[in-house]
């Protein structure tokens, strides 16, 4: 499905090149189609990001705190994560196994770096659902903290905000915590997921 994507990508900008009226030519004359072609091939090509994205490939156990209410004290549950690289190395891929409020939970996470936006892009979906949750976001200099941020409809109508803050502390450890607000109230401490790579 991305390789068709792609594909159409690509011939909508060959388009776009070749049939931009004389006027507007003058402006893109440095980039031909042949120009567009090679900038293309080389933002597809996996940098910095997707090796740390590398590092994190393997067996995980992880030990996760929710919490439902603020100031309760949160429920705690253990689980497993198999994380693999998908297409040459382009993107990082999740399988988590555990426990959430109490049930059996399972979830499918795919993680990128888009060369083009220069952003961290994850869809997660999970058995407690049947849509897709998307965050968006940045990294620290070093690349080893990312913060994300996104929204997903509530059955009331309201539509609740979150911020993730995914460390990766080395590569056999990494954290990612979870804020979420509803609207107009204040941010809180959803979920922390403690990372450690299986021996």
């Not at 070093?142 to 997903?152: A, E």
Request: hydrophobic share 35%; net charge neutral.
């Amino acid at each position: 499905m991305r390789l068709t994507i792609g594909a159409l990508t690509c011939l909508c900008l060959i388009l776009s090149v070749s049939t931009v009226p004389a006027k507007e030519k003058k402006h893109d004359k440095h980039m031909d189609q042949q120009a567009m072609m090679e900038l293309w091939k080389q933002m597809a090509v996996p940098g910095e990001p997707h090796k740390l994205f590398a590092s994190l490939a393997g067996s995980w156990t992880t030990t996760t705190k929710e919490w439902m209410e603020p100031g309760k004290p949160p429920t705690e549950a253990t689980g497993t994560a198999e994380m693999k690289m998908l297409l040459d190395g382009r993107f990082l891929y999740q399988e988590y196994n555990g426990q959430m409020m109490g049930q059996p939970f399972s979830g499918i996470g795919i993680d990128a770096y888009d060369n083009m936006t220069k952003k961290y892009r994850t869809i997660w979906m999970d058995s407690m659902g049947t849509g897709f949750f998307i965050m968006e976001g940045t990294a620290s200099a070093d690349g080893k903290t990312i913060t994300l941020h996104g929204s997903h409809p509530e059955p009331n109508g309201g539509k609740m905000t979150h911020r993730a803050v995914w460390k990766i502390v080395d590569n056999n450890s990494q954290t990612f915590d979870m804020y979420g607000a509803h609207k107009g109230d204040k941010e809180t401490k959803m979920m922390e997921i403690v990372y450690t790579r299986k021996p």
